[in-house]
């Protein structure tokens, strides 16, 4: 059924959802209803018929019983009889039947209301000497009307009597039945086609909301457009889908641009501080030795913290496009790896120590930059620092805590909450090299995995940074 209407539909040019709802609604009324009606008509036309039929067979075996019984004539059957209780009047009380009274030779001597056809059977049945003898005939037309006639012998050669039932009153009744159930089939389809067009109007004027919303966002490229969500069915999830959505698209164009801005900003001072120097190189065989070593120096220290940059803001717009895959990841060999190659790098002593289950599910290269970010910034600020450097970690439920602690000078109060900011650098770390970038990529590793960054002062000296990572669920 869903198919025919779907074919209906294309063929009528019905593309909107609502049209097609009531086209539906038509036809599925359709079906039932005349597969109703038509049963419904079925069974009872044929109750009908053969109650009407056995009433009529009753009245003419009741005749017969009588007539062998007791030994009955014509006038017995006369209409001028006028006993109550008659024969005549026991046979035409029940059912209106017409009786007409044959004579011996087959002649009508006493005519019914409606004159009933006589041939040879009735002729040898009113002849017969035995008495009950049966001439019937079906679908008899007089005057119009069709009849089922019965011609009943009375014996002895006395006669015979015929007794009549129309049918074709009945089957009047029947087709006047049959309109009618017609007339209310077309009456429950339009009732049907006109409430799936009023439903699918309920239905569908949220989806029409819905897309209206979504044609002004493709219209305006304005993503904070409000979108309206109302109820708790299916319609409704989508259109909480669809602004959580939106959402999340406003606050990644948010992220870029702020992203672009500081990026411009953060350049904007190795660029020119590199420029200045290049141009120092078209005099550099005006200047002594020593003024020509701090220059090619300068510019050796330049470049490089400008490629340390770039690459810091890359991995921030690669760790905020989250398209690497979710797999099981086991955190403790995640950090024995970052161990090694930060041992080969800063020549400091760095420890592991696990609790618990850390497998989760996560994305191991975003969750490897995080920690060695973690592990780097400890040897930065700790620098001269003879403490081993430790990695903490404890799992539960699914979920692990990822700390790196240090005995370096620690972090100011004022600080804390602001270490993870992109670009912000302490007071004191400014002369330190570095971008500033590194905490905001473990924000956003850590914000990608459902987690959470945190910093915190250790007691006698030195700093606790980390991040959680809840079974790498985004928030």
């Known amino acids: 059924m869903p198919s025919a209407a779907r074919r209906f539909a294309r063929s009528r040019g019905l593309s909107s959802l609502r049209a097609r709802f009531a086209v539906s609604f038509a036809l599925v009324a359709a079906v039932v209803t005349v597969l109703v009606g038509f049963l419904s008509y079925d069974a009872a036309a044929r109750l009908v018929r053969v109650d009407q039929q056995t009433v009529f067979e009753d009245v003419v075996r009741d005749l017969r019983a009588q007539v062998r019984q007791d030994a009955l004539t014509p006038e017995d059957f006369a209409a001028s009889d006028t006993t109550d209780g008659g024969p005549r009047e026991n046979l035409i009380r029940p059912s209106g039947t017409?009786?007409?009274?044959?004579?011996?030779?087959?002649?009508?001597?006493?005519?019914?209301?409606?004159?009933?056809?006589?041939?040879?059977?009735?002729?040898?049945?009113?002849?017969?000497?035995?008495?009950?003898?049966?001439?019937?005939?079906?679908?008899?037309?007089?005057?119009?009307?069709?009849?089922?006639?019965?011609?009943?012998?009375?014996?002895?050669?006395?006669?015979?009597?015929?007794?009549?039932?129309?049918?074709?009153?009945?089957?009047?009744?029947?087709?006047?039945?049959?309109?009618?159930?017609?007339?209310?089939?077309?009456?429950?389809?339009?009732?049907?086609?006109?409430?799936?067009?009023?439903?699918?109007?309920?239905?569908?004027?949220?989806?029409?909301?819905?897309?209206?919303?979504?044609?002004?966002?493709?219209?305006?490229?304005?993503?904070?457009?409000?979108?309206?969500v109302t109820g708790r069915d299916e319609v409704a999830r989508l259109g909480r889908s669809f602004d959580r959505m939106l959402g999340r698209l406003a606050q990644s164009e948010e992220d870029q641009r702020r992203l672009v801005q500081d990026a411009g900003h953060e350049l904007r001072t190795p660029l020119t501080s590199l420029r200045t120097n290049i141009s120092m190189l078209r005099r550099i065989n005006e200047l002594p030795p020593a003024a020509q070593e701090e220059l090619v120096a300068d510019l050796t220290d330049e470049s490089r913290e400008l490629t340390d940059l770039v690459n810091e803001l890359v991995d921030l717009a690669a760790g905020q496009s989250a398209t690497e895959p979710l797999q099981r990841v086991a955190v403790a060999d995640i950090a024995e790896d970052v161990v090694v190659a930060a041992r080969r790098r800063t020549g400091r002593e760095i420890v592991v120590r696990a609790a618990g289950g850390t497998t989760v599910n996560g994305r191991p290269v975003a969750l490897q930059r995080a920690l060695s970010n973690l592990v780097e910034n400890a040897a930065k600020f700790d620098r001269g620092g003879t403490a081993p450097i430790e990695i903490a970690?404890?799992?539960?439920?699914?979920?692990?805590?990822?700390e790196v602690l240090d005995r370096g000078p620690g972090i100011a109060e004022e600080d804390l909450e602001r270490v993870f900011d992109r670009f912000y650098r302490a007071p004191d770390a400014r002369s330190l090299p570095g971008s500033g970038l590194g905490l905001s990529i473990v924000r956003e590793v850590a914000t990608s995995h459902g987690g959470e960054p945190f910093a915190q002062r250790r007691q006698g000296g030195g700093s606790a940074i980390g991040f959680t990572v809840a079974d790498g669920r985004a928030p």
Do not use: K, N
């Not at 089939?185 to 897309?211: D, E, K, N, P």
């Not at 209206?212 to 904070?224: H, K």
């Not at 970690?393 to 990822?402: A, L, N, P, Q």
């Open 98 to 228: 017409v009786v007409q009274v044959l004579g011996p030779d087959g002649t009508v001597v006493d005519a019914g209301s409606s004159p009933l056809p006589a041939d040879a059977d009735d002729r040898r049945a009113a002849s017969a000497s035995t008495a009950g003898r049966l001439a019937e005939h079906r679908d008899v037309e007089v005057g119009g009307e069709v009849y089922r006639i019965a011609t009943v012998a009375l014996g002895g050669g006395r006669g015979a009597v015929q007794v009549a039932q129309e049918f074709s009153g009945t089957e009047d009744l029947l087709r006047e039945l049959q309109q009618r159930t017609v007339l209310l089939a077309a009456a429950v389809v339009v009732a049907a086609g006109l409430f799936g067009w009023w439903l699918a109007r309920r239905i569908t004027s949220r989806l029409v909301r819905l897309a209206g919303a979504a044609e002004d966002v493709a219209r305006t490229g304005r993503l904070a457009t409000q979108v309206p």
């Open 393 to 402: 970690m404890t799992g539960d439920d699914g979920s692990v805590r990822i």
